[in-house]
């Protein structure tokens, strides 16, 4: 599937490129980069209109996962603000 | 199809995999934050090829074409035995018996035929009170993609264009976008990068090409009345469909 290839190709590129610009920015914290993918993942996925149900259902599964991270990330951090 | 054939499937174990261990020894051993946020975002990378392996189609595109033409040439074999010479009549559901159908009828001017009811699920179909108001009544390859919408589209030009779209590419992967605008009773859409065939075979100037065939179906549908190709043109990198929406 034609849309499935250049939906992955466009994910890999902007992930890559935000990798690479936090790192030239010497970023150090693993969560920024975590968020940041979170974001452009949930961003393209909601682009991607044309995507047939299956696709959007299997790819909303992938979302909720990193969702549940960010959560976890957001748990870890309060203590650590509070405290 | 099995798990291991399928290169989606393949690409992402092998992405989640590889991250994992890349983000494991880089953030554990090498102490290298942009290394370890590399091998997160290849597992990211390895979920949505995972996600999206499961959605491929579990029958082979070599056997979707086999299935494709002996269809058509079915349909063929039976409009050149008839002798039928006039252009298919795209009908909607609330026409037919629940799914969009073409009627080729005997009478060579479709301007005639008028359908008021609809028609019972008969191959040779009856649409009108006189003795050659008969056609034949057939499933084309637009009737049988319709049911992969999750609901009927909207009469409006944007309705239609999203809905050629949804179809078109992100579920058929036979084209690479459409545009639709409705002018004086006629429906003219734009496929860019069309993959199907549009072989100039007696079958496709009846009933259009299976592309032709699969937007009818869409726009008659859309717009709950029945319609006939008029026109389909191939140029570069697109094809161009003009509907002509009946009384």
């Not at chain 1, 259902?57 to 405290?83: D, H, N």
């Not at chain 2, 795209?90 to 301007?111: D, F, V």
């Amino acid at each position: 599937m034609r849309i499935y290839d250049i939906y992955i190709y466009s994910l890999a590129l902007f992930l890559t490129l935000t990798t690479v610009i936090l790192a030239a920015f010497g970023e150090s914290r693993l969560d920024v980069y975590f968020t940041a993918y979170l974001i452009e993942t949930l961003v393209l996925t909601e682009l991607y209109i044309h995507l047939n149900p299956r696709a959007r259902r299997g790819l909303s599964v992938v979302s909720v996962i990193l969702f549940a991270g960010f959560i976890g990330i957001i748990t870890l951090a309060i203590p650590r603000i509070l405290g | 199809m099995r798990f291991s054939d399928n290169r989606h499937n393949l690409l992402g174990v092998g992405l989640a995999s590889g991250g994992g261990f890349i983000a494991v020894v880089s953030y554990f051993v090498l102490n290298s934050t942009p290394l370890a946020a590399l091998g997160v975002s290849m597992i990211i990378m390895g979920g949505v090829c995972l996600a999206l392996g499961r959605t491929r189609p579990k029958i082979p595109p070599e056997l979707s074409a086999i299935l494709l033409q002996s269809g058509l040439e079915n349909t063929a074999a039976l409009v050149e035995e008839l002798g039928l010479r006039s252009k298919a009549i795209y009908l909607p559901s609330s026409l037919t018996s629940g799914h969009p159908q073409a009627l080729i009828p005997l009478r060579s001017n479709p301007e005639t035929v008028q359908i008021r009811e609809a028609l019972p699920k008969r191959l040779i179909a009856n649409y009108g009170p006189g003795p050659e108001d008969i056609g034949i009544l057939v499933t084309t390859p637009g009737s049988a993609s319709l049911g992969m919408l999750g609901s009927k589209p909207g009469p409006g030009a944007g309705e239609l264009e999203t809905a050629i779209t949804s179809l078109a590419v992100g579920m058929l992967d036979v084209a690479d976008g459409a545009r639709a605008k409705i002018v004086e009773g006629r429906v003219i859409i734009e496929v860019m990068g069309p993959r199907l065939d549009s072989n100039n075979i007696w079958l496709y100037q009846c009933l259009g090409s299976p592309l032709a065939s699969i937007v009818a179906s869409l726009a008659c549908e859309a717009l709950d009345r029945p319609l006939v190709i008029e026109r389909e043109a191939h140029e570069q990198a697109r094809c161009v469909i003009e509907l002509r929406v009946l009384d």
